[in-house]
């Protein structure tokens, strides 16, 4: 699997960059998933890979990102990161209500 890094030429809100390190790094604690940021929004990977561990994915919205990388590495898929320049888009918002249900997720998945 090939994900997109985020970190290259970024420009996002500073609140935003904070939830996202810190997300980060409470997810590479949590999971010890093998990628700087698991809510990176590029991911490519075969057809093959995703019909091998679909089936057990539990996770809607944005908890799915961490519980596919971490079902493909289980599998024994190999992640590779590659750097995706990209810009936020100005309005985008997402909302508090967001935010928990994705803490939450990272708390339950197994």
């Known amino acids: 699997m090939v994900r997109g890094e985020s ?5 996002r809100r500073w609140h935003r960059k ?3 390190i810190l997300f980060a790094k409470a997810a590479r604690c949590r999971l010890h998933l ?6 990176c ?10 019909a ?4 057990g994915l539990k996770v809607d919205g944005l908890g799915m990102d961490f519980e596919l990388l971490l ?3 289980r599998a024994g898929y190999r992640i ?23 803490l ?3 708390l339950t998945v197994r």
Request: hydrophobic share 40%; aromatic share 8%; charged share 25%.
């Open 18 to 20: 904070m939830i996202g």
């Open 71 to 73: 079902a493909l590495v």
């Open 104 to 106: 939450k997720s990272l």
């Open 52 to 55: 091998a561990v679909r089936c």
């Open 41 to 50: 929004g590029f991911k490519l990977l075969r057809s093959g890979a995703y």
């Open 80 to 102: 590779t990161e590659k750097g995706v320049d990209w810009v936020e888009r100005p309005g985008s918002r997402t909302p508090w209500r967001e935010h928990l249900l994705l």
């Open 7 to 11: 970190g290259r030429l970024v420009r």
């Open 34 to 39: 093998p990628v700087q940021d698991t809510q």
